[in-house]
């Protein structure tokens, strides 16, 4: 027999080299399905989780937005607000300076009215007075002498004032009476 050349790389151990090749090939091939498989399924969770909160953000956009409108409608309604209590305010001081000047008015009425009050209680203190006074002076009254005739008389003058007209002229400043029947004239020149 022969010897033979022991050949390190012979048919049985390119056979085995090559099925181990192609074992790891498979693991790969198999893990990776695997892998992809649990990648994919990973990846729809985060698109579902991505998609809602794409959807939050449109929801909060969408709130904002409409808070903001609310927002700036509430502060056109201030502004609004602000101006009609300014108007109140100023009517509101109108009507106080009004109401303080009719105060004083009612004050100084109420006064005037009291001295007005204190006038008549005077008045009617001397109207008393007079009154007991003239009880007095009836007696005096009835004691006057009568003077007889039409009233042609001589009075303080000594001049008879009679007839259809009458004529008086005084020297300072003239003036003159006339007594045409029952009207009395007089003139200043």
């Not at 009004?98 to 008015?105: G, I």
């Not at 002076?137 to 004032?161: A, N, V």
Request: with cysteine; hydrophobic share 40%.
């Amino acid at each position: 027999m022969k010897r033979r050349k022991l050949n390190v790389f012979s048919l049985s151990f390119i056979d085995c080299i090559c099925c181990g090749l192609g074992a790891i090939i498979l693991l790969f091939v198999v893990v990776n399905a695997k892998s992809a498989h649990r990648r994919h399924a990973v990846a729809s969770d985060l698109r579902a989780e991505v998609s809602r909160l794409k959807l939050q953000v449109l929801d909060g956009k969408k709130k904002l937005v409409e808070s903001r409108n609310i927002l700036s409608e509430i502060d056109a309604d201030m502004v609004t607000a602000q101006g009609r209590s300014r108007e109140i305010i100023n009517v509101l001081h109108e009507k106080n300076i009004e109401l303080a000047d009719r105060d004083k008015d009612t004050l100084a009425s109420k006064t005037h009215i009291n001295q007005l009050k204190a006038d008549l209680k005077s008045l009617e203190e001397e109207l008393r007075r007079l009154k007991a006074g003239a009880e007095t002076q009836d007696d005096l009254g009835s004691k006057l002498r009568p003077f007889p005739g039409d009233g042609d008389r001589q009075y303080l003058t000594d001049l008879k004032m009679g007839g259809n007209g009458s004529l008086f002229c005084w020297t300072p400043l003239p003036v003159c009476l006339m007594k045409p029947s029952s009207e009395l004239f007089a003139c200043a020149i």
